[in-house]
């Protein structure tokens, strides 16, 4: 095929030619990483550890047990298959109304029957996934931009920037708090958006936090409505953990602060849910994503948006039947936080012995890691290079904290829910092993004087100095100049 010249069209669009996608994130490496070279305990024991992929798969033996007790909610069962021409011929993009009502219900619940959720305003998307990005489509025009807390999930730069046009704008968070949402960062990330000329029309939040596993306080969450109201932009809030929380204190969703909070102002029309069952129920193949908003006009959009990314008729019909029954919604619930407290305990139990903390949390499916004490110097290209390493040598697949945007160097993000117990104490093992023979070579007076130089170093630098410096592995992100 011949080379193109200058004066030929350009064929593709800019969407299909560019990066938008995010694929060179050191977040999505980690997983081709992975893919080139998979883990299995005895064809490819020595191969690489996926502990970068947030999944919930602890719990699918309750699922199992249940389908094989309620076949006739399968279409693809003897039991079934009465029901496949009505089902297969069902095209309403509004959803099977059984379908809105349990999932409806299985909001409530897992927020503990505090709040109740309409029916009528369950928006399903393919994922939360899409539902993010529908949101985004309708509330922001290309160019806005919504403030997103730091660290975030890396999939937001694709989910919400990338067919969308908007903006993300960082809200810095940072670890001398534990990486607590404090107002005085909204003020200072939404103001340097005015100074840039950014027209923010939101805030989203991820609550609990994807990756900190950390769950929002009630004041927090106060802060965060009064804030939104007093600008006049939208909250969307990213509830798509809310049942991985395994101990105190509990989750508390935006919904409950509406409800409860009679004391704060709060214009309804600008709060946004979105849920999904991926990691609630460890469900991320049947794509079952919600939007919720108290805004009429919005889940109107939206529903008509999600022509583009429906849940499938049998999917809906699974789950309803699934989500309709009270008693293994109930079983399901409590075995799942009890053993995610368990492999919690053994994970973080486990790094403990040599010396590796995690910042404290009680959900989501993963641990904030902290290896800053490992890294050469308190640089981002020193926190790849340790990426590097992990990847390639001790053969685990974690997330480098610089692939959620998080200001400070040395932070990971490893998923412990993905695996069994034995593949489990085989990473540990691993992580053991390399953090001992690092310790043997590492002067721990070096390390203590730069150490120290980080967190005189981090109090100094403006973000601006952080996001634009050399150092970082992403001179290419849309946090860095935001006419990108």
Not at 393 to 405: A, C, Q, R
């Amino acid at each position: 095929m011949g080379l193109m010249t200058m004066d030929q069209p350009q064929l593709l669009s800019k969407i299909a030619t560019g990066d938008g996608h995010g694929e060179s994130s050191p977040y999505f490496d980690g997983w081709k990483a992975y893919d080139e070279d998979p883990f299995h305990s005895t064809n490819n024991p020595n191969g690489v550890i996926q502990m970068g992929l947030a999944e919930n798969q602890l719990t699918s033996d309750l699922v199992q047990d249940w389908l094989m007790s309620n076949p006739e909610a399968s279409i693809c069962t003897p039991e079934g298959v009465h029901n496949f021409k009505a089902l297969a011929n069902f095209q309403d993009y509004h959803g099977l109304l059984e379908f809105r009502n349990a999932v409806a219900k299985f909001m409530s619940r897992t927020r503990g029957n505090r709040v109740t959720f309409d029916p009528d305003r369950i928006v399903m998307s393919g994922g939360a996934t899409g539902a993010h990005e529908v949101t985004a489509f309708c509330l922001a025009d290309p160019g806005d931009a919504f403030l997103v807390p730091t660290p975030y999930y890396p999939g937001f730069d694709r989910d919400l920037r990338w067919r969308t046009g908007v903006q993300l704008v960082p809200v810095i968070c940072e670890s001398s708090n534990n990486f607590k949402l404090t107002r005085e960062a909204l003020e200072v990330a939404f103001e340097k958006a005015k100074e840039d000329n950014i027209r923010v029309k939101g805030l989203l939040i991820t609550n609990p936090s994807n990756p900190l596993g950390t769950v929002m306080d009630r004041n927090t969450l106060r802060t965060v409505v009064s804030f939104i109201n007093e600008k006049h932009i939208h909250l969307v809030c990213d509830e798509i953990y809310a049942a991985t929380v395994f101990s105190h204190p509990g989750f508390i969703s935006i919904a409950e602060i509406i409800e409860e909070e009679t004391d704060i102002e709060c214009d309804r029309d600008l709060i946004h849910i979105v849920y999904s069952l991926s990691k609630d129920m460890g469900f991320p193949g049947f794509r079952v994503g919600i939007i919720y908003s108290y805004n009429d006009a919005v889940v109107h959009c939206a529903r008509k948006m999600s022509s583009f990314g429906l849940v499938s008729t049998q999917t809906q019909y699974l789950i309803a039947s699934m989500l309709s029954d009270d008693e293994f919604v109930e079983r399901f619930l409590a075995e799942s936080a009890k053993r995610l407290a368990q492999r919690y305990r053994v994970f973080t139990g486990g790094l403990a012995k040599v010396g590796i903390k995690c910042l404290q949390s009680n959900g989501g499916l993963f641990v904030w890691m902290d290896l800053r004490g490992l890294l050469k110097k308190p640089t981002y290209e020193s926190e790849m290079e340790l990426w590097r390493v992990i990847i390639h040598e001790v053969k685990i697949n974690v997330s480098p904290g610089s692939s959620f945007h998080c200001s400070e160097p040395g932070w990971f993000r490893v998923c412990y829910a993905n695996m069994d117990d034995r593949t489990v104490q085989v990473s540990l093992q691993r992580i053991r092993n390399f953090v001992l023979q690092k310790k043997e070579v590492m002067v721990p007076e070096k390390r203590s004087c730069w150490q120290s130089n980080l967190r005189l170093s981090l109090k100094a630098r403006r973000f601006d100095d952080i996001m634009m410096s050399p150092h970082s592995p992403m001179p290419q992100s849309p946090l860095v100049k935001a006419t990108i």
